[in-house]
């Protein structure tokens, strides 16, 4: 299909709402000069990230690497150890804020904010639901890849201001990995992009629904697409640090990378920022090949399983469950791979998923062209 | 490439080629950087420090610093009597205690020239061997962890456990056992106990293949170790190195093999050596791989002793304990294959004292760590780490 002729779907099964009416209606919300409304639409994504980091973050990978590690993970705070997360951020509070005597204090201090806000800035393109996303941009996608980038100014600012070699280390190694990744990584979401024929994250989501379910996920709609989602999957693992590439933080060799120096609520906003970006990019890995809030279940006659799993509460569960699976993913790779090498992680990115990225754009490119 | 001061261009990086000097870059100058790791660092291993050169990456030069963990061993042994002395052994290499005391053992039992009841060696084979294989568990674990792999780490931890509490049944305690007593044992080993063993290595034979498939198998773990850090064969005798580190460069050397003690004559077991297939010839991994497949020797050891142990009626495990232990003037030197390789005792006496004249230990990893100046030259700092877990240290037997 061309870029120009995008066809305008219908929604019947939106319950009345048309898209974005949730979003549209608090943003319209004001209390006589003050946006209140806008201040809510940017408060869901910072309450979301916090409340995820909490539980499934935190504890959820605690208790996932137990499970896989045959421990039984935090057992004492609560029952099975769930207020742990709770007493843990009780306990980072009460952190003496230490900036090291010889750091850069503006670049210590400024480091994990940056990093806070690339990875949350992100999350104003993420269509929670059909009804609500942050600012339906139609370069949403564009927009997601680019800001996740300010990131690297945060980490090398961190690094840099700790004034520690190992910090050094770990920031340096940090930005060269995020940078060269990004390029894979994009071209894997231009296949993508380029099958929808839009950059608008709702508008995405919007071609990939239908009544046949996950049928319709582009995953599915073209024999390749499995090449950009592996990519993309691979590349999302880079830049967000995760094992088998988390050589910047890599605690064997740099202690802890770009953030030895930190402690207490920095500390805590950088993990926060971590897995805030692992959701973002979980999220548009879901959105860009899975069908973002769409419902995976098909209509099979009478069982209108499409229909009934889908509306704009509907579509929040199943965007946040593919992401959450995809994070799940990254817990499980974390607790079974070794860490890859610095020269290795570059081999893999420039000469692996690069040259393969390429061609699964041209291979995109024919298909969408000559397969209608 | 090198760099080269050229008058009136500044610092300048060549390369040559067929002897003509290529200008790569001009106005530049690198400097190496010096960066301390350790004595605190998450993969030194305790409290080993490595003051790197490095370029970059790149370790230039590596010089380890030792003594972090010096306790005045062998001062000590000289003013506590020879029984007294075995529980500072264990204090060495802490995680093979039992080795250690059998080592030191065996040097005043040569001192000594003291006949040993039959059941005392089979036990003591069966719980150093148990020790070899726990020991080596918390090599193979911490080197996953060295390489950014934590669940094997935790694997080996949990089937550790198992080897412990079994040791604590026969001793009474986990780490630091003082079982082994000069001419015999400090009590014989609980009536169930090979039974509770059999079962052990029932047990663990499964799970040592999960661990080899988990972790030795890995495309990441190979890629990591296969070909880095390779020590020949000559410089690896050269160093004096001994166990798993000699026999990954490919060098069949094993004192329960080629310089026999206890029972071991009597046992069956195979001296495994890297073949050159799967890994380098004296890399990290062949490093690895001896240590994976020792301790399934270690099992058929364990085995067969239990089957040619003889029975616990009118035993008495302090049988040939001496009284007294004052040896005649003379000196000794006693060694043994410890899981890092050979730890040797050597004992003087003034044949007057009931404390040694001289009491001095050579450590394996102190010797086989001695080559960390060789091997780091001119690695990556990923491999660095990659060395230094391959090395297997305990700091401390290195410090003593």
Redesign the interface.
Known sequence: MSVSAIPQISLPFLMGNSLNAWSDALAGLTISWFPLGLVIIAAIPLVFIALYALTYGVYGERKI?AF????LGPMEVGKWGILQTLADILKLLQKEDIVPASADKFLFVVGPGILFVGSFLAFAVLPFSPAFIGASLNVGLFYAIGIVAIEVVGILAAGWGSNN?WSL?GAVRSVAQIVSYEIPASIALLCGAMMAGTLDMQQINLHQSGPYGFAHFYLFQSPIAWLPFLIYFIASLAETNR??F??PE??????AGYFTEYTGMKFAVIFLAEYGSMFMVSAILAIVFLGGWNSPLPNLGALALYDWTSGPVWGAFWIISKGFFFIFVQMWLR??????????LMYLCWKVLTPFAFIAFVLTAIWEIYVP | MQELEVAGQGSVRVSRKDNDVVVIEKDLTTEE?L?SMGPQ???THGVLKLECMTDG?VVTSAEPYLGYLHRCFEKHCEMVDYPGIVPYTDRMDYLAGMNNEWAYCIAVEKLLDIEIPRRVEFIRVIVSELNRIASHLVAIGTY????????PF??CF?DREHILSLLEWASGSRMLYNYIWIGGLSFDVPADFPKRLKEFVDYFRPKAVELYR??TE?E??V??TKGIGIMPADVAINYGWSGPMLRGSGVQWDLRRNDPYSVYPELDFKVPVPDGKFSVVGDCLSRHLVRALEMEESLNIIEQCISKMPGSEGFDARAAVPKRVRPKAGEVYGRAENPRGELGFYIQSDGKSTKPLRCKARSSCFVNLSAMKDLSKGQ????L?AIIGSIDIVLGEVDR
Not at chain 1, 335 to 344: E, I, K, M, S
């Open positions: 690497s896989m590690q045959d421990r070699k280390y094992a088998p988390d050589i890599a605690e064997s060799e740099l202690v607790w079974t791979l070794p860490r890859l090498r610095v020269d290795q | 950087m960066l660092h998450p993969s990456e996953a962890i060295d390489l950014g792999a934590f669940t935790l694997f949990r988990l972790l890995n990441i773990f890629k990591r990556l700092i990923p491999d780490v």
